[in-house]
């Protein structure tokens, strides 16, 4: 039998439910009620065939609640005049809630507009869009309304997310709903208050207007001779980038590597000065522009990512050279390649012609899967050699 269950009408209902469209009309959304749903009845033929099934089926039906039944009359040869569903209707939001069991939550969302629109008006077309995103935050609606209203009187407002005053509110409960909070202040703030430059959760603080925490950059003297203090010869510094910016160090020029180990072990260097890079993230070093006018050069992993570090590096220092990063060298350390688990194939147009022939080589394979050469790997006496011979 292909007659439609109660069960099946349900479901029908419950895809309403996930789509938000019952929610929605609380929220002054455009109503889809009375809402007819798909009913497939039994033909005259099944009727006839199996009378006790399809009374039991129009029964189950009649019992299901929320629902508004249409009928059709007919006469059976031996039972006389009947009538069976023939359609079936949601009338209102209300029993569409009833017959999924769901009241308790549309009351809560009916709070929550009501809220909402008394303090924020302007989030009503968030509501009626994410009605149930909104339902699984009724908890903390509260907390969010009050962080909207506490920015808006203070847009902008150039401190910690730690130093926001409010009753149960702290730097947690914001970093952990940065997304939700965005979409939300992104409709109550005015533009002037949002930074559009800045997206997802990391640039959060900056596209509101809260500090971040200071980026931090590790450094070394290479000539004792260029330290501003007897005792910073020979430290290993870590700086916040604002003080690096001030630091103007009397050096002629710098390197940067991205291995811990190379960091601390990097050999001497007259008027040398040395940063540990550590990945991705050097736009810190933009904003000191006292490296803008030093020979910089940058030694990272002959991979792809190392030469993707490279292309974002010269985006802030467009002067960098590479160092021990050439074919070369990597096809004359064949014995101590390893093996680049997730290599990057991104266009990176900031590398020079030699550069970017290793990269082309690397990710089409030219001279195996996914190779790599780390720049712990190679001999430290190569390195004393070349840097013996830079200009």
Wanted: aromatic letters at 10%; proline letters at 7%.
């Amino acid at each position: 039998m292909n007659w439609t269950t109660p069960a099946q009408l349900h479901g029908q209902v419950q895809r309403l439910w996930d789509k938000g469209a019952i929610l929605a009309e609380q929220a002054g959304a455009a109503s889809c009620f009375p809402y007819r749903l798909t009913l497939k009845s039994p033909t005259a033929s099944e009727i006839g065939a199996d009378f006790a099934a399809v009374r039991a089926w129009a029964q189950a039906l009649q019992a299901s609640p929320g629902l508004r039944l249409e009928y059709r009359s007919f006469r059976h040869r031996l039972f006389g005049d009947n009538r069976l569903p023939s359609a079936a209707w949601v009338e209102t939001p209300a029993e569409a809630c009833r017959l999924l069991g769901k009241t308790r939550e549309a009351g809560v969302f009916a709070a929550l507009v009501t809220s909402t629109v008394v303090q924020q008006p302007g989030l009503r077309p968030w509501l009626q869009k994410y009605p149930l995103r909104a339902l699984e935050h009724a908890a903390d609606w509260p907390q969010l309304l009050a962080l909207i209203g506490w920015l808006q009187a203070r847009p902008r407002p150039g401190c910690y997310l730690r130093q926001i005053d409010l009753p149960g509110i702290d730097s947690k409960f914001v970093e952990t709903r940065r997304g939700l909070l965005a979409e939300l202040l992104d409709l109550a703030l005015p533009p002037e208050a949002i930074d559009t430059s800045a997206s997802g959760n990391a640039g959060f603080n900056r596209r509101y207007g809260f500090r971040n925490k200071p980026e931090r950059i590790r450094c070394r003297f290479l000539d004792p001779a260029c330290a501003p203090l007897p005792a910073l010869a020979g430290a290993d510094l870590t700086l916040d980038s604002a003080s690096f910016a001030a630091l103007a160090p009397a050096v002629e020029r710098v390197f940067i590597c991205e291995n811990e180990v190379n960091f601390l072990a990097f050999p001497p260097v007259d008027r040398g000065f040395l940063i540990f890079g550590a990945g991705y993230g050097l736009a810190a070093l933009a904003q000191a522009g006292w490296l803008q006018s030093l020979p910089v050069y940058y030694w990272g992993d002959l991979d792809t990512h190392g030469f993707a570090i490279l292309d974002e590096l010269r985006q802030h220092l467009p002067q960098a050279r590479s160092l021990l990063m050439d074919e070369a060298t990597l096809l004359e350390h064949r014995t101590r390649w390893g093996h680049e688990a997730s290599p990057t194939q991104r266009p990176l147009s900031r590398l020079n012609a030699d550069e970017l022939a290793t990269y082309t080589a690397l990710i089409n394979h030219t001279h195996g899967p996914s190779i790599r050469l780390e720049q712990e790997r190679l001999p430290f006496s190569l390195l004393q050699d070349t840097l013996s011979q830079l200009p």
